[in-house]
């Protein structure tokens, strides 16, 4: 028996399971519920569902913890200082900005 | 709002120089753009990708800031309105750049078999974030994979995660749904987490 057939078997299984036991869910469902569960949306029962899921679905578990590292990734690669974007701007950018203004003294909202 | 952004707090040196302003006054113009200028051109760097559009988006935003700086009532901070402004300025450059990919993030998408079930290769070790981005060539590979991501995807997991911008104000500010921005976000992590992988397993160090 392949290593790939047992994991195919034991999916077909564990699908049977998901999709036949009361208070589980797939890990399709699981995927859609993702994002509340994250932000803390999901009501109290669905919650519940969600995370007998996660302690049966060594899968679902590994990729959620995967997918909040990633989010981690995203959010501090921005913010390290040393990749930061560089705050400093040309000072021809800057003149420009201010004869922009400047050539179009009438454009002003009216009513100021 | 970005931390960054939000600590922005009116005071009076705030509400001088918007009475400048709105007077008119070139010393004003100039105070008040020097200000800003730095940050919302790297807001428009980061969602633009490119420095000469990023200097376009940030010159359009600051003269339609200056021009309707008489509508700025004060009931929102003054770097919070500047920044719904570069972002607005910013979808516009790249709406008329070219139309925004819709099809390419499904190869990304999670894998499900037919009875419903995650396809996920077991994961011997999960390398930390902190760990990643300890090394610069493996920042630089972490915002060049952020980059690869279908635009219309990409912009939603900028505003959200990196602008930090609610559900609400980036649906306002595409004009979708906000049911359309979760979804989008949903599949934008996904996606970004199958290109990071390989630094996540490991296989990069």
């Given at each position: 028996?392949t290593a790939?057939y047992?994991?195919?078997?034991w999916r077909?299984?564990?699908?049977a399971?998901?999709?036949?036991?009361?208070?589980?869910?797939?890990?399709?469902?699981?995927?859609?519920?993702?994002?509340?569960?994250?932000?803390?949306n999901?009501?109290?029962?669905?919650r519940?569902?969600f995370?007998?899921?996660?302690r049966?679905?060594?899968?679902?578990?590994?990729?959620?913890?995967?997918?909040?590292?990633t989010?981690?990734?995203?959010?501090?690669?921005?913010?390290?200082?040393?990749s930061?974007l560089?705050?400093?701007?040309?000072?021809?950018?800057?003149?420009?900005?201010?004869?922009?203004?400047?050539s179009?003294?009438?454009s002003?909202?009216p009513?100021? | 709002?970005?931390?960054?952004?939000?600590?922005?707090?009116?005071?009076?040196?705030?509400?001088?120089?918007?009475?400048?302003?709105?007077?008119?006054?070139?010393?004003?113009?100039?105070r008040?753009?020097?200000?800003h200028?730095?940050?919302?051109r790297a807001?428009?760097?980061?969602?633009?990708?490119?420095?000469?559009?990023?200097d376009?988006?940030?010159?359009?935003?600051?003269?339609?800031?200056?021009?309707?700086?008489g509508?700025f009532?004060?009931?929102?901070?003054?770097?919070?309105?500047?920044?719904?402004?570069?972002v607005?300025?910013?979808?516009m450059?790249?709406?008329?750049?070219?139309?925004?990919?819709?099809?390419?993030?499904?190869?990304?998408?999670?894998?499900?078999?037919?009875?419903?079930?995650?396809?996920e290769?077991?994961?011997?070790?999960?390398?930390?974030?902190?760990?990643?981005?300890s090394?610069?060539?493996?920042?630089?590979?972490?915002?060049?994979?952020?980059?690869?991501?279908?635009?219309?995807?990409?912009?939603?997991?900028?505003?959200?995660?990196?602008?930090?911008?609610?559900?609400?104000?980036?649906?306002?500010?595409?004009?979708?749904?906000?049911?359309?921005v979760?979804?989008?976000?949903?599949?934008?992590r996904?996606?970004?987490?199958k290109?990071?992988?390989?630094l996540l397993?490991?296989d990069?160090?």
């Amino acid at each position: 028996m392949t290593a790939d057939y047992g994991r195919r078997l034991w999916r077909f299984t564990k699908g049977a399971m998901l999709r036949n036991l009361p208070l589980m869910i797939t890990c399709r469902q699981f995927d859609d519920f993702m994002l509340d569960y994250i932000e803390g949306n999901l009501p109290a029962r669905q919650r519940r569902v969600f995370e007998l899921h996660l302690r049966v679905c060594r899968e679902c578990r590994d990729y959620l913890a995967a997918y909040k590292e990633t989010m981690t990734l995203g959010k501090r690669v921005f913010g390290d200082p040393e990749s930061a974007l560089p705050e400093d701007v040309p000072d021809d950018l800057i003149t420009a900005v201010l004869e922009a203004r400047r050539s179009r003294p009438d454009s002003r909202e009216p009513g100021l | 709002m970005h931390d960054r952004l939000t600590s922005f707090e009116a005071n009076a040196e705030d509400e001088e120089l918007l009475a400048g302003l709105r007077a008119g006054s070139d010393r004003h113009a100039d105070r008040f753009v020097r200000t800003h200028i730095g940050w919302m051109r790297a807001v428009a760097l980061r969602l633009l990708k490119d420095d000469g559009l990023a200097d376009d988006c940030v010159q359009e935003a600051l003269i339609k800031a200056l021009r309707s700086i008489g509508k700025f009532e004060g009931r929102s901070k003054l770097k919070t309105w500047l920044h719904r402004i570069t972002v607005n300025q910013a979808l516009m450059k790249l709406r008329s750049r070219k139309r925004l990919e819709e099809d390419l993030i499904d190869p990304l998408l999670p894998d499900f078999d037919e009875n419903a079930c995650r396809i996920e290769a077991p994961w011997t070790q999960r390398v930390s974030a902190e760990q990643i981005l300890s090394t610069a060539q493996q920042r630089r590979l972490v915002l060049s994979k952020i980059n690869e991501l279908p635009d219309n995807y990409r912009i939603i997991l900028m505003l959200r995660d990196i602008e930090e911008m609610d559900t609400a104000e980036v649906a306002d500010c595409l004009g979708i749904a906000e049911g359309n921005v979760k979804v989008r976000l949903h599949r934008a992590r996904a996606a970004l987490k199958k290109l990071l992988e390989p630094l996540l397993r490991g296989d990069v160090l």
